[in-house]
Nanobody, 126 residues
Framework: QVQLVESGGGLVQAGGSLRLSCAASGRSIGTYVMGWFRQAPGQEREFVAAISRSGGTYYGDFVKGRFTISRDNAQSTQSTVFLQMSSLNSDDTAVYYC?????????????????WGQGTQVTVSS
């Protein structure tokens, strides 16, 4: 069973930074592709970033170099995935979700990730 728990969200001023964390646990969790998605009110869930088993990283077009995804596979059954966000603006306000998939490579489609955390709210004030 895979469990994902996000933390690090909060209120930040425009231009500021936040680091989100996703504590992931489960058998061979280090072999999972890990992703971050976000969903603003009234909007569809949107791909933010993903990191592959080998450390390859992928970003949504809107990121434009402002976010960095990384992972720390401390143990075979525990891993932490980070999303460092900078130059935040009001458009980044959303609930941010951590997601995981075992089979296949990274994906921009949320439907391809079977495991999800509960989400963490990020609010950027202008």
């Amino acid at each position: 069973q895979v469990q994902l728990v996000e933390s690090g969200g909060g209120l930040v001023q425009a231009g500021g930074s936040l680091r989100l964390s996703c504590a992931a646990s489960g058998r061979s969790i280090g072999t999972y592709v890990m992703g971050w998605f976000r969903q603003a009110p009234g909007q569809e869930r949107e791909f933010v970033a993903a990191i592959s088993r080998s450390g390859g990283t992928y970003y949504g077009d809107f990121v434009k170099g402002r976010f960095t995804i990384s992972r720390d596979n401390a143990q075979s059954t525990q891993s932490t995935v980070f999303l460092q966000m900078s130059s935040l603006n009001s458009d980044d306000t959303a609930v941010y979700y951590c997601a995981a998939r075992l089979r296949g490579s990274h994906s921009y489609d949320s439907a391809n990730y079977p495991y999800w955390g509960q989400g963490t709210q990020v609010t950027v004030s202008s």
